[in-house]
């Protein structure tokens, strides 16, 4: 095939199918030739034309985009994309990510950010209500993906606020193709895999369409980056190698006050505990970036079953799935983090009373946590053309996750304390059994490589709890149109549904941790279940056409009612405008009103504990600070000075009373196609999404910060610290109701509250151009987002805070993460006769720590650049040769003091650094 042939044909048909268009028509390559049909483009039901000038801001990119970037899952690609930005979840999230891979549309949430797959729904991330894992969607079977940057409840139902991503998959495929890919980064270390094949053949009754994918990524190791290998803290006006207070050997505190001590590791000698030399260094045993595997198989068929003259043609189709994925987490060992009680009567205690330790168990090598998730999807359904040619399609969607996970290395606190305890420990024949095999009368925690194998068998425990959920959807539509009734060339269209959906979750609790014995989970079993029944219409109206200064003015409505089991019933309502005064320059306007249901874990989730990054107002305080500040942390006992770790232990928890979101979005654009070229385009977007009564929690830091700037702890806010025994850690002697016997927020409640609201704006820019140069053919295309506010309001109390521009802690997920005002992703190829090459820019514009302690050094972080490279060769036929490299130039991730793991935002910049990798693809 002549690729370069087909590009021309594309862009002859679409004047924008390049990587990330702004247009916001449905382009794509269909396998091996364009072609312009009947299509329904995302955002609406009504079929249209294939068009570059479609009313509603969508971004398209096709399967040649994602080859070409090198990338082996969709996460990666999708989390590039301008319009993505804050708490995303993948690779390189290795605390708390559970193997799951997201994306957040304008930083709005995952939850908020519909994803469908062929137009339908696909399963929740169990515990996760409305939380995709992008994972579990095989790239090889992808034709083009379609991302609505605009508000859809109308269309779609709940879940569509920030917009929606729509899969769309290969279905015409014929023939057989097989591909292999590997990559892996300059440093020799996480290696990639890819192999797939894919099979179709049809004729003219029916197509069906097979493919199969196996991805492996193999594990980064924190300590084998510079930037990452050791934790670090700035401790008296330098930066040094920190790490946790809970150490090996033990920290420890006598019962009776708050001294912090420990057992010199050489000398023998008790003395005070230093956070610069005495601290842990727990990345050396924690993941940069997180294995994983996963094998899938898809089909897709379709047949007609029969052709009823003068009244319809019915067709049968179907789309199956399996995924397997298993990935892994592993963090540092465990800790005493509950400060377990050693008493005088054990013989190693080191000053003659009760003391709390926070001993770090090194020795059992680190806490890994596995998944083992299976999914399966199945689409069945009929679909035809009424002899008036109307449409439509009748299909029952059905989509089911099982996650059995495991998660080793973890504390049995009841244990412990007999292993600490010589008289409680006689009393437990298994624990003396385990003294005895080890020879010692106790367990020495002030000393290192004391807790022996016999000790870890008795006192470790194997957390293995279970997520399943279930959607079930009958989904029914009926579109045409008014014929006779035109205005203009083209008559008014319409379309009508319903669906009924219902999903289920079930999350079974490990036994050891439904009686308590497992420290930091929690042990309650959970379920919930909601029912859904929607209606929904929408009209599109041309008024004029092809008149002086109107070649085209259009309106379209949509409503769509929704009766909830859980919260009741809502009704949204949408308009567009659309007028393009000529041919080549046109105007769209949008209007949306949007709801999100609250998820089943808003709704039912338990009290469950979390590490929360935070910064401590009493961290290194002096008398010149905030006077309340001041008076509030003398009050807690801390002397000025004092060094207090950075994780709180907090609660999360659902709240049966919420009711759904409400969302305003506005977007208004511009769309020019020079009528002196076929081959370029231009692309404004204005957005503008408000959300109330939006489902959230007050950040720990929200919470701690207004509490201690009040006066004598006056603020409501210090209401929801409880303090270390609600998280079943020893409270501080002498600040029991806010803090942990280390001196850290303890406590805090963090239950899901309909008091936030959100709004953000800025301005969406498109451009593609193509041109001949010399025997070849020069593409360039560039999109980039500008965030004008991005604004939120933790509840009516809170003031206003505005992320754009700044790093700080996400709202909706509590992870310090970046939300730069610009983001750029543009890409130059040039294509000739049997090979093409092209060069992609990423930027992330400058940004600055939104509530920088004093004193911090690393408060701001210049625009940051990445470039990639790809190469493609297929001078033989059925063979195509493909590589590249991403971040040729090795860009490192910007270190600052506020950082939420690996001394930076790993969720926003790239840690894995130079990656090179190669392709090879034979079709038959």
């Known amino acids: 095939m002549d690729r370069t042939r087909l590009s021309r044909a594309i862009k002859g048909v679409i004047a924008t199918a390049a990587i990330t268009s702004t247009f916001s028509s449905a382009s794509f390559a269909q396998d091996t030739q364009a072609q312009v049909e009947e299509i329904v483009v995302t955002g609406s039901r009504i079929q249209r034309a294939t068009d570059a000038n479609s009313a509603t801001p969508i971004s398209v990119f096709d399967a040649a985009q994602l080859e070409q970037s090198g990338q082996t899952t969709l996460e990666d690609f999708l989390q590039d994309v301008p319009s993505m930005t804050g708490g995303q979840l993948g690779s390189s999230v290795n605390n708390g990510s559970a193997g799951l891979a997201t994306v957040s549309l304008r930083g709005l949430g995952s939850a908020r950010t519909l994803i469908l797959m062929n137009g339908r729904r696909l399963s929740s991330a169990a515990g996760a209500t409305g939380v995709v894992d992008l994972n579990t969607i095989p790239t090889s079977i992808i034709e083009r993906v379609e991302i609505l940057r605009d508000g859809a409840s109308t269309i779609y139902g709940s879940d569509a606020i920030a917009g929606v991503i729509n899969i769309i998959t290969r279905k015409n495929f014929e023939g057989a193709e097989i591909t292999a890919d590997y990559g892996a980064s300059t440093h020799g270390d996480g290696d990639e895999y890819l192999a797939a094949m894919t099979f179709g053949t049809g004729n003219d009754k029916g197509h069906v369409m097979l493919n199969a994918q196996y991805t492996k990524r193999e594990d980064i190791w924190q300590y084998e980056r510079n930037f990452s290998e050791c934790p670090l803290a700035e401790i008296g006006g330098s930066i040094v190698c920190s790490g946790s207070f809970t150490t090996t050997p033990a920290r420890f505190s006598p019962t009776a006050n708050d001294d912090q001590l420990i057992v010199d590791p050489v000398t023998g000698v008790v003395r005070d505990f230093s956070a610069t030399t005495d601290s842990y260094n727990f990345a050396a045993a924690s993941y940069l970036s997180t294995p994983q595997e996963v094998a899938s198989m898809y089909g897709y068929g379709t047949y007609e079953l029969w052709d009823w003259k003068d009244v319809t043609t019915v067709n049968g189709f179907s789309e199956l799935s399996f995924v397997n994925r298993r990935s892994d987490q592993l963090l540092a060992a465990e800790g005493t983090f509950w400060g377990p009680e ?23 090598g680190g806490r890994q946590f596995t998944q083992d998730l299976n999914t399966w999807r199945g689409v069945l359904g009929l679909e035809g053309e009424i002899c008036n040619e109307w449409t439509w399609d009748l299909s029952y969607n059905y989509a089911r996750w099982v996650d059995s996970q495991i998660d080793r290395g973890r504390g049995n606190t009841v244990r412990f304390q007999n292993l600490l305890d010589p008289v409680a420990c006689a009393e437990d024949p298994d624990c003396q059994a385990a003294l005895d095999a080890s020879g010692v009368p106790a367990w020495n925690p002030f000393a290192r490589d004391t807790l022996t194998q016999e000790m870890q068998d008795y006192a470790l425990v194997t957390n293995s709890p279970v997520e399943r959920s279930t959607l079930r959807s009958l989904q029914a539509n009926l579109v045409g149109d008014f014929g006779e009734w035109a205005l203009t060339g083209e008559a008014p269209a319409w379309a009508i549904g319903y669906e009924h ?212 702890f006056s603020s409501p806010l210090c209401d929801l610290i409880t303090g270390g025994s609600a998280v079943g850690t020893s409270p501080s002697p002498s600040a029991p109701t806010r803090r942990a016997n280390d001196n850290t927020i303890a406590g805090q409640l963090l239950n899901s509250q309909n008091v936030a609201t959100f709004e953000t704006s800025g301005v969406d820019f498109g451009f593609d151009y193509s041109m001949e140069a010399g025997p070849g053919l020069v593409t360039f295309n560039a999109t980039a987002t500008y965030l004008h506010e991005w604004k939120y309001r933790g509840s009516p109390e ?88 991403r971040n040729v130039w090795n860009q490192q991730p910007p270190y600052v003091t506020n950082n939420d793991d690996m001394n930076t935002l790993m969720r926003s910049y790239d840690t894995v650094g130079r990656f090179f990798y190669g392709s090879v693809t034979f079709q038959f």
């Open 342 to 364: 050693v008493p005088v009567s054990n013989p190693y205690n080191p000053i003659g009373e009760p003391v709390n330790i926070g001993r770090r168990l090194e020795e059992t």
């Open 501 to 712: 959906r219902s999903e289920s979750v079930d999350i079974i609790a490990d036994g050891a941790a439904q009686i308590g014995q497992i420290y930091f989970v929690s042990g309650d079993s959970w379920d919930g279940h909601y029912s859904v029944d929607e209606f929904y219409g929408e009209v599109r109206v041309p008024i004029l056409e092809g008149r002086p200064w109107a070649d085209i003015l259009a309106f379209e409505a949509s409503a769509r009612y929704s009766d909830y089991n859980t919260i009741g019933s809502d009704t949204t309502f949408g308009a567009v405008l659309e007028y393009a005064p000529l041919e080549e320059l046109r105007f769209r306007a949008t209007y949306s009103e949007g709801f999100r249901a609250p998820g089943l874990d808003d709704l039912f989730l338990p009290p469950t504990v979390s590490a929360e990054t935070y910064a401590d107002p009493c961290d290194e305080y002096s008398s010149g600070d905030n006077a309340n500040v001041v008076a509030n942390c003398q009050a807690d006992g801390i002397a000025p000075g004092t060094t207090i770790g950075t994780q709180a232990t907090g609660l999360f928890g659902g709240n049966e009373d919420l009711k759904a979101e409400k969302s305003e979005s506005w977007t208004l654009g511009i769309v020019w196609t020079p009528s002196w070229t076929d081959d370029m385009g231009f692309t404004v977007d204005y957005f503008d999404i408000s959300i109330d009564d939006a489902i959230g929690t007050l950040t720990t830091n929200t919470i701690v910060q207004g509490c201690y700037e009040s006066a004598n």
């Open 798 to 885: 809170d003031p206003t805070i505005d992320l754009a521009g700044y790093f700080g802690a996400d709202p909706v997920t509590t992870a310090i993460v970046a939300f730069p005002e610009w983001k750029f992703y543009g890409t130059v190829g040039y294509e000739y006769d049997c090979w093409s090459a092209f060069t992609t820019v990423r930027m992330l514009g400058e940004v600055d720590d939104f509530d920088p302690a004093p004193g911090d050094f690393a408060t701001h972080i210049d625009n940051t650049w990445y470039q990639d490279v790809n190469f493609n060769y297929f001078r033989w036929e059925n063979v195509t040769l493909s590589g590249g490299i």
